[in-house]
């Protein structure tokens, strides 16, 4: 059973990514799998791949992520910040727009913590806790008071209490050290938590709470996690992915049923996962390619647990797919498989979560959406 308390308290910056105990330097194997066309397998072509593929022969990367369908980015157990893929609007963090199959370092600076990837808007923030993003800066979703694109990092403001930033489509949400929640940028469906449908070009702050331990954004809905243990999410819900229980779209956090003991939140291109204290994996939203892993390919509005297992570490929602790994190491995935996304060598779509091989030395999973990036030690 995972080692969860039910209840929790915010962490430091410094611990803002040591909660589920991954082992810190030197790291391990860095594994893609599913489409390549653009270089964001790390393979140095532009193939898909059906079953895990090293990138390329270290063993010292630490974290990873994928902005949405098409570029990667991880960070090293030195410090530094690596990506690759899809560059146009700055994506990458080079300077440039350069699509790149390999990985490539973002600057030279030792000093990254966390990096995020939505649809055309990176960032990540610094072990001092500053935050910088890059990328478009369409509808203000950088956070710089402007909407300029910037193709290398950009500090957002000059404070250096940010713990936890996620980019969504043209969007962001971002956690501070004191427990208040932020958001800024395209705003059509209210997915900034801000009651209206207003764009905005700098941090806002979602309520006036400071009990938000963590947060996830996605196509065009959020959510986030208190630290009494309820889940709370907003934005467009045509097809429930809010989870409460209609699919009408909501400006401010609605919250998801009456339970208390939520632990983390995944928010896909329509559809939600969410984790509990007891390790059961829960979800719901839109459901055409099985992506809900209930054995199904209806739609949900309201949770459903995936299967019976209570040993769920780590997730990730995609566009139509998800994928998760268990406390002993396993990583499963379920959803779409139109490029192998599911690394089980075919193509074929499944709704219930497959084993990906047969490791149980996985560390990290990350689901870009058509493909998927894992950490093995």
Known sequence: MPNYSGKWKLPTVMQAEGADNWPKPPGGELWAWGR???????????LNYSSPVQVGALSNWLKVLGGRFHNSFAIKADGTAWSWGYGPQGMLGH????TYSSPVQIGALTNWLTLSAGVYVSGGIKTD????TWASGNNGGLGHNNTTSYSSPVQVGALTDWLQFFGGYYYSVAVKTDGTLWSWGKNDYGQLGQNNTTNYSSPVQVGALTDWLNAAASYRHSGAVKTDGTLWLWGRNNYGQVGDGNTTDVSSPVQVGALTDWSDVSCGHEHTLALKTDGTLWTWGRNNY???????????????????????????????TSGARTTDKKIYAWGRNNYGQLGQGDTTNRSSPVQ???LTTWEKIYDSGNFMLSIKS
């Open 36 to 46: 390549g066309n653009l270089g964001q397998l790390g393979q140095d072509d532009a």
């Open 95 to 98: 300077g440039n727009t350069t």
């Open 129 to 132: 806790g500053a935050l910088w």
């Open 290 to 320: 099985g992506q809900l892993g209930d054995g199904t390919t209806a739609d949900k509005s309201s949770p459903v647990q995936i299967g019976a297992l209570t040993d769920w570490l780590e997730f990730s929602a995609g566009h139509s």
């Open 356 to 358: 990906v091989g047969a």
